[in-house]
């Protein structure tokens, strides 16, 4: 609470600010026992102060305005309609549902927004807003499957439950989801990985980089006697089980020119990710991967990297191999 009066992020009408509210109206509404605290631990000033007014307002807990703020502003007095309630009608109305979603992951927000499509149904009377207002709505839409596997179960539940303009929009936006989709070139169904050897420096950079950024990798195909490489599995769209868990495991070993295994490098079951997995449609990694160091000792020629990389949850597996020449 005391981050949101600092930042001042609820000044951005359109943005954030517009979520923050959706999203504080759902805690207050789920929370009601701690919501009075929570709101005097903080000094709230101008904007921030009015929109944790109808936030409390939104939740039923507009009692909390009088009796924290020592005042009845004039919302009090025009206590508006509560969230699932309420009619979208503008992009505005949208960031609030999207701001309740995050905050409680319920599938109510995410069918309101898709109702916001069927044009059959006005939303303010002004063709063209509402038009604008449909392309927001299914903007978002296509921007959080990916970020939120709830919203990707949503959206192929409510395909087989709509019809006519909405039902095309729905299919439209994962239509163009799986476009945008990294598939590397091994895989089963959906999942599919990608066995990288690479120098260890630029695994370490490329890795570090946010979420979003795109990695890019050199592979290393030819190495010398006490030079140091690095074994990656990249992944994407293994499966999650209900509570939005994964469960990726690999087996991994590598083999010297005369094919026997080398160094004792017969690993199985490593863990790959395991855990509370919100999206799947994104780049994830054996985040220790397998670092290989040449010996003077060893042999020169081709060392070759056999893996497999098993989604257990959704009971699917790709084989992966890899080579490296070791020249002098």
């Known amino acids: 609470m005391k981050r949101i009066q600092d930042s001042q992020v609820l000044k951005n009408p359109v943005g954030p600010g517009l979520s923050i509210l959706g999203f504080l109206s759902t805690i207050f509404s789920d929370n009601p026992e701690q919501v009075q605290a929570w709101v005097k631990d903080t000094n709230f000033t101008g904007i921030t102060k009015t929109a944790v007014e109808y936030a409390l307002q939104l939740s039923g807990n507009g009692k909390i305005v009088t009796d924290v703020f020592q005042e009845a502003p004039e919302s009090v007095s025009s206590t508006p309609v509560c969230l699932p309630d309420s009619v979208l009608k503008t992009p505005e109305d949208i960031n609030v549902m999207w701001g309740a979603f995050y905050a409680s992951g319920r599938e109510l927000w995410v069918k309101k927004i898709i109702d916001v499509l069927d044009d059959e149904v006005p939303l303010t009377g002004d063709k063209t807003r509402d038009a604008q ?22 959206i192929h539940q409510e395909i087989n439950k709509r019809s006519g303009i909405v039902k095309t929009k729905l299919e439209e936006v994962l239509a163009y989801n799986e476009k945008m989709i990294t598939v590397f070139p091994n895989r089963d169904g959906e999942f599919s990985a990608m066995l990288l050897i690479i120098d260890p420096k630029s695994a370490q950079q490329e890795f570090a980089k946010p979420f979003r950024e795109q990695m890019h990798f050199e592979q290393v195909s030819k190495a010398m006697r006490s030079d140091m490489v690095t074994t990656k599995i990249v992944f994407s769209g293994m499966e999650l089980a209900t509570d939005l868990t994964s469960d990726v495991t690999y087996d991994m070993k590598i083999l010297a020119p005369d094919g026997e295994v080398y160094d004792n490098a017969d690993l199985k079951e490593l863990e790959a990710r395991k855990g509370k997995t919100p999206h799947r449609f994104t780049v994830f990694d054996n985040r220790a991967g397998i670092n290989l160091r040449f010996e003077p000792k060893d042999k020169l020629g081709k060392y070759k990297i056999v893996a497999e990389i098993k989604d257990n949850i959704g009971k699917k597996k790709v084989p992966l191999t890899g080579e490296i020449e070791l020249t002098q």
């Open 133 to 154: 207002t449909r392309a927001f709505a299914e903007g978002t839409l296509g921007s959080n499957v990916m970020l939120h596997e709830l919203v990707n179960r949503i």
